[in-house]
């Protein structure tokens, strides 16, 4: 059989041959006496055993899988401890119990990650991320995986492990080595271990975060549903930390999460995304893009369903605090910098508003007149007939408020682009193209009789 197709259940049908393994020392007599007392036992019996003595039978799965390399009997051992954490995952604690202070539990895992097959592979991430996950915090918040104070080779430490799956995960999403699981695994995994400052940070280092970005699409099969909500936690535990914002400010993600939001009508899904943007708002230039994709409209259309969740509720009216606050923050001229920056022009009020063009005309002198070399770029890039006549309407409403206009938009070579529009199919751009050339050639003096 296909070793990426194995089950759980599968490998636990096995007959492991446990004396032959003591007869060739490879476990000891009272290893083989516990393996024998728990295995093919029933679910009770075996939950019987764990509340009775725990710490040893994690001590003789950790032992198997340091010592033993047959492929059989590692899936088999891995399956056994993957059956007793799902049946209940606070039994990851076990391996934490102070008897256990001389193994390095970490180990075997963080090994087999690499070495084995995708059954093995999967267990053992699912395991090893789960052990992480739960061990006890000392007052410097990390610790433990034994001692290793009588001098023998150094245990794996937390760092090593946390680094090490995010190596391995970052692969997954790259290239993953199960063709339908390899992703949803990683995802999974991340969603639990992105809590830890080290992950946050070497995920971001190993430009994890625009792997993450794709993902985040409407979904409609509960298996992508599932994949989308988990990507989407990633994304909120990543939106508290500062080096991943910068990414994420740069990024698809905010028109990628809005475009979600918008169509989804599972609530867990809505309620992630809601509280991600909320974090993100006051970042940066997030705040103004957020405003620019419309998020005010469309948290209006949300608050109008009939959600069942108390907490999304709160975080809508939350979220649309923050958008008005934000939105009076913002100045004119930030909104129509904003808007210019993306590239997206439209016919918003403060073009057409003379009072805008007066107050606001020394502010394209910054940066070198930044905003309106983007401006006369827009009018070569740009094929959006709007975009287009808005660009050419805006650099007429320049030339005619700026006391030095004709000259710096002669000088950045606009002549030449806005005359090219003269000819454009669309009437709008025409007409646009048209004033802002009279405006050129005439001057402020005589440019102010032109109709508008």
């Known amino acids: 059989m296909d070793q990426a197709e194995l089950t759980t259940e599968l490998v636990l049908s ?5 004396e032959t393994y003591m007869s060739t020392k490879l476990i000891s007599s009272t290893s083989l006496q516990l ?54 995952p606070k039994r990851a604690r076990l391996f934490h119990d102070s008897t256990l202070a001389d193994e390095d539990t970490y180990e075997p895992f963080l090994r087999l990650l690499w070495k084995g097959n995708w059954f093995i592979q999967e267990k053992s991430c699912k395991i090893l991320a789960l052990i992480v996950s739960v061990r006890p915090k000392n007052q410097n918040g990390v610790v433990s995986n034994g001692e290793a104070s009588n001098g023998k080779k150094p245990f794996t430490t937390i760092d090593d492990v946390l680094i090490g799956l995010v190596k391995w995960l970052c692969e997954q999403l790259k290239k993953p080595f199960h063709p339908t699981r390899g992703v949803p695994t990683a995802i999974n995994c991340l969603a639990t271990l992105l809590k830890e400052p080290v992950v946050r940070s070497s995920f971001v280092q190993a430009d994890g975060v625009k792997l993450l970005v794709p993902l985040i699409s409407p979904a409609s099969t509960q298996q992508s549903i599932q994949l989308l909500y988990e990507t989407c936690l990633c994304i909120w535990l990543l939106s508290y930390y500062e080096p991943a914002i910068e990414y994420l400010a740069t990024s698809r993600t905010l028109p990628r999460l809005i475009d979600v939001v918008k169509s989804s009508t599972k609530e867990k899904v809505v309620r992630v995304i809601v509280l991600t943007l909320k974090n993100l708002m006051s970042k940066g230039t997030l705040g103004a893009q957020m405003v620019d994709l419309q998020l005010p409209q469309v948290v209006q259309s949300l608050k109008a369903q009939a959600w069942s969740d108390e907490d999304l509720l709160e975080a809508l009216n939350s979220l649309e605090e923050g958008l008005k606050d934000n939105i009076k923050r913002l100045s004119s001229f930030d909104m129509y910098k904003q808007e210019v920056l993306l590239g997206h022009l439209d016919w918003s009020p403060m073009h057409k508003d003379p009072l805008f063009w007066r107050e606001n005309i020394t502010n394209f002198e ?40 004709r000259i710096i938009v002669t000088d950045l070579k606009a002549k030449e682009r806005v005359m090219k529009l003269m000819n454009h199919e669309n009437a709008e751009v025409t007409k646009n193209a048209l004033l802002c050339i009279q405006r050129l050639f005439l001057g402020a003096k005589y440019a102010s009789f032109l109709q508008v």
């Open 14 to 18: 096995r007959d492991i041959p446990w």
């Open 35 to 88: 393996l024998r007392r728990y295995d093919h036992r029933s679910e009770s019996h075996r939950a019987q055993l764990l509340d009775d003595d725990g710490p040893s039978y994690v001590r003789v799965f950790v032992r198997v899988l340091r010592d033993i390399f047959k492929e059989d009997t590692v899936e088999y051992v891995l399956a056994l401890i993957d059956e007793m954490l799902a049946a209940n």
């Open 366 to 405: 910054e940066n070198d007149f930044q905003i309106l070399r983007v401006l006369i770029t827009i009018l070569d890039t740009s094929s959006d007939p709007r975009t287009l006549a808005v660009a050419c309407y805006d650099l007429s409403q320049f030339i005619q408020n700026h006391p030095a206009g």
